[in-house]
């Protein structure tokens, strides 16, 4: 047990050789002392010191153990994934992972909040591995991210928002692997919207990269012949 970051109640007796009451208590003053916090039942993580004043370690740390442990797909979304390519200067409120399990409410301990995105099936959908303390986090690629920005614009906090993490992004996106990936999925009017708030976009760092992906998503829109479709998928 001794250097493990999370656990399991029956690990707990079965590794320390103790009745289930004994484990109870002792996992009772450890809780109440916010040295573990219990994100899934009979899950348990350990809280290092410099995180207690938290009432949790950070939620990129936390959403592997929880995801492994429930066994379901995931990748981390939206304005949390820009924050892996530099492209969400402000830390959200909420961390976003987008997953194929159903869950009503976000999970919250202390100030972590998590906030789980409904998607139906995350086969094949490309995501980038990032190291963390507590294993592998699995973040959208900056082509998914894009599309997913457009399709759950709601969540990515509108179109004003949306263009600003873009504006950031854009030099990560490969405009190629971004249409094959939307013609894929069945997306591509998200990237129509996309190449519309791109042009709208005044001042950007790298107008070459802009450009080519405005041009690229031109060309392919035109050979495609599609129609025009609303800024955002409500309307």
Known sequence: MYGKRH??????IQDLHISENAAKAGLFRLKKANKIITPIKGLYVMVPPEY?????????ELVPIIM????????????????????????????????????????????VVIQLVYKDSLEGLPTK?????????????PELLAIDLFKYSARAAGISHIATVLSELAPSIDENKLIELAERLGEVAQIQRLGFVLEKIDVMEDEEKKQKIIDRLLEYLKDSGRPFVSLVPYI
């Open 7 to 12: 656990f399991t109640f029956q690990e707990i």
């Open 52 to 60: 207690q004043p938290y009432g949790s370690i950070p939620a990129e």
């Open 68 to 111: 492994k442990h429930l066994n379901v797909d995931y990748y981390v979304g939206l304005l949390s994934a820009g924050l892996f390519y530099g492209a969400t200067h402000q830390k959200p409120a909420r961390f976003q992972v987008i997953t194929n399990k159903r869950v009503k409410h976000p999970l919250k301990f202390g100030d």
């Open 129 to 141: 591995d990032f190291v963390v303390s507590t294993g592998y986090l699995k973040v959208a690629t």
